[in-house]
C-alpha cells in the first residue's frame, strides 16, 4: 500500500468532497447552540447517523450538559483518534448573511460552524467515504469523540475522558481543527499552552466604610494593589520565585518550526506592542512566553467616599511546557504568604497543563509529510498555539501526541460575523486526511 | 446686657422649644428629596414663612437645581451667618417607623431629617422667638442662608457665594449642625478635612484583547497597578514628594482640644485598624492625617480570558490643613510623570480645601463657654472633622471662622433608618443657640 496519494484515490477525495459539501451545507443550518435543546438533539442525530452511516460502532456518552457521541470503525497497526465537537457559539452580532440558513457565494460556505468545527468532521467523514470509494480498506483502527460542549467550557470532557479511558485509548490524536494562513500555507498545530486561572480576593473590613476611616483602617484596595505589584514588576518579569523553573521552551526542534511559521503579531500595532518587542519578536513570544495576566480588577462601586470592604483581581496566567498548573498554584500561594499577604485569598478558577507533541513524532511527521504532499508547499507548523483548549485533558494529560489541521483559512471568522470555509481548502482537507492516515498506517505505531 | 443665661431667658427658651418642636414634626413630613419637585417646593415655603414670620427680609436665591432661601435679621456690634439646609436624603432602607410620617415616642422625635437639618434649623428659629418672648432685641446682625442641595453635593453653592459675596459677608459663621456624644457632652466642631478625588485611567489598547496577546501587548490594569503601587507603600506613607510639606495640624491648641475628644475609633474592631494603631491614637489619626484612599477599582467584565483595554481607580484623598487640593493635584500629575506614567490621564472630580477655626477665635470661645454654661458639662471641641463638607465654600476659602454645634446625638442616624432627634437636647440646643449670641454679641467684634 501506497503511502502517498494517488492520481485515483485524489480524484475520489475530490468526489467525496463534492458530496459532503452539501451535507455541511444542511449540517450547519442545525443550531446547535448550548441551551438549544432542539437544535442540539439534531446534532447528535446528525452525527450518530454519519458515523453509523460510515460503518462506525456508535455510542452516545452522557456529560454534564449534552452528550458525546463516540464512533469506532476500521482496522490497523495503529489507532488514532480524531476530536470534534457539534456545538458551536450562537450568532453573534455583524453577519450581513444568515447565521443558520447556510449559503454558497464564491464557491465558499457562508454558516455558524462551518469552520467550527462542522466542516472538520465532515472532511473526516468524506475521507473515509474517499477511501472505500477508491477501493481501500481503512488502514488504521479510527476512534471518534465529537463533544456537544466545547464552547462552553468542555464541562464534562475530563470525567468523560476519565470514564472512558480504555475506549479512548489511541496512539495519536488529530485534533478538532485548522486553517490556511494568510500566505495560502496550511498550518499544523503541536500543543497548546496551558493555563492557570485564579481569583484573588482581600477583605480587611465587615462592611464598606466611611473613606474618612481609611485614616484608620485597613484597606482592601491597597492590600490587593501591592500584592500584585509584588507578582509582576514593571519589567514584566514574573517575581514569584521558581515560576520559569520549569520553562523548556523553545527547543532546537521549536526554533526549527518557528521559523517557517506566519508572524501572528503582524497585526498588532507598534503601539500596543511592550517595549523592547520588535515584530520579528512577537511571535515567539506569543508561543513560547509565560503570561500573567490581569484580566479583571474590582473594588468599590463607584461612589467616591467609601472604603470598600473587598477588592478583587482575575488573574490568567498562560503556562508552556512544563509549567504545571499545581505546581504555580502552589508557588503563586507561597509567594504570597512570604510577601505578607496571607491574608489574600487565592480561588481556583480553571487549570489547563500545557501539551505538546514532539515534531519529531510520528503523528507530527504524517501531518507535514502528508501537508507537503497534498497543498504542495511547506506546511506552517506551530510547536506551540498561543490559546488554551481542552486538548490537555484528552491528550496532554494522557501523553497523546496530537496535531491539528483542518478545513479553515485566515478569514474563516471563527466565532465571528459571516463565519466561513472555501470548498477549495475543504477538498484539500478531506486528502489531507488520507494522506496522514495512510502514512501513519504504513510506518506502524 | 448679661452674656449669660438667666432663669427668666432658660424657660423661654424651653418655652419656645415647647412651641417649635410640633412644628418641627410638620416641617419633617415635607419630603424634600432631590427630584421630587413638590416637596422641595413645600420645603422652601415653609422656610421662607419661618424667616418671614421671624422679621427676616427674605431673598430666595436661584441655584443649579433647588434654590436657596436667604434671611436677614437684627443689628448688633456682630454679624453671624448660620447654614442650613432643607434637602434630606431619601428613605433609605431599614426603617421601622415611617421616614416622613413623623412620630414622637418616649420623647424624641423620628423622622427623615430630624436631625440632619431640620432640627437644627427649627432650634434656631426657636431661639430667637425665646428672645423676643423674653423681651430682649435681637443683639447681632443675623443671616439664614438654607441650601437645598447640600445632600447632592451643593452643586451650586460656590456660584451662590461668589454672587452673593456682599449678602453673605459676616464675622462668623455658625454651621448646619452637631451632636452629645456617647457620654452625653455637647460636640463643637471647629473645621473639616478637605479632599481631592481623582480618577486615574490608563487605556493601553484599542479594544480589549484575546489574553494571548499578554504575552506581547501592554495591559492597561499592570500599568494601573504599578502606578498606584508608586503612591503609596505598604508603610502607609503617600509617596508622592512634597504631599506632606504643607501639613501644619497638630497644633499645640489642637491637642489640648484633642485631649478633651471622645474616641471617634471606640467602634472600630481593633482587626480592621491598620498595625501600629492603638486604639488610643486613632482620634488623632482621623482629625490630623491625610488619606490617600482607593474608593474603585476597575478593569474587565469579568471574564477570564480577557486584556482589559483600560483601567481606573478612583483615589479620593483627605486633606489636612493646609494642603491644598490643587497644589496636591500637581504634585500628584507630576509624580506619576516622574514615575514613567505619565499615560495615566487624572481626571478631576471633586476639590475642597481643609479649613478650620481658631480655638481661640471669638465664635469657637463663645460656643465653648455657652455650651459650658447650658449643658453643664465639659463639651468635646473637634478641632476638624474628619469627613467633608462644603464648609469651605461658605467660610474657609472666605476666612470665616465657622462652628458647628445642633440638636442630635451618637444615636442621630443622621443618613440611617430611624433617623432621630430628642426634645431635651432640642430644648438645650435653642438655649445653646441663645447663649452663643449672648457672648458674642457681648463681646463686640
Redesign the interface.
Known sequence: MSAGLTIGLRRACDRAAGRWFPRLQEFCAVRSVAGDAEGMARAVSTVQAWLTEAGARVVLLPSVRAPAVYGELGEGPVTVLFYNHYDVVDEGPGWTLPAFAPRVRGKALYARGAADNKGNLAARLAALEAMRDAGLTLPARLKFLVEGEEEVGSPGLAGLVARHGRLLAADCCVWEGGYRDARGRPTIRLGM?GLL?VELRCR???AD???????????A??R???A??GL?G?DERVSVPGFYDAVTVPTADDLECLAGVEDE?AG??PA???PG?GPR??TR??LF?P??????????????????AE?S??L?I?LVPDQDPAEVERLLRGHLAAD?FGDVEVAL??AARPCRTPPRSPVARAAREAAREVYGVEPAVYPLS???GPLHVVCGDRGLPAVAFGVGHDGSSTHGPDENIRLEDFRQGVAMVVCTLLKLASWGR
Open positions: 499552552k486561572r480587611c473590613l465587615g466604610a466611611h473613606s474618612k476611616m481609611a485614616a484608620v483602617k485597613k484597606s484596595a491597597w490587593l494593589v501591592w500584585l505589584a509582576k514593571r503579531g498588532v500595532p500596543e506592542l511592550l518587542i519578536e512577537v513570544r506569543l512566553s503570561t500573567l495576566n490581569v484580566s479583571a480588577l474590582r473594588a468599590g462601586a463607584g461612589g467616591g467616599t467609601v472604603m470598600p477588592a483581581a482575575t490568567d498562560r505578607g478558577q480553571a498561543p490559546g488554551s
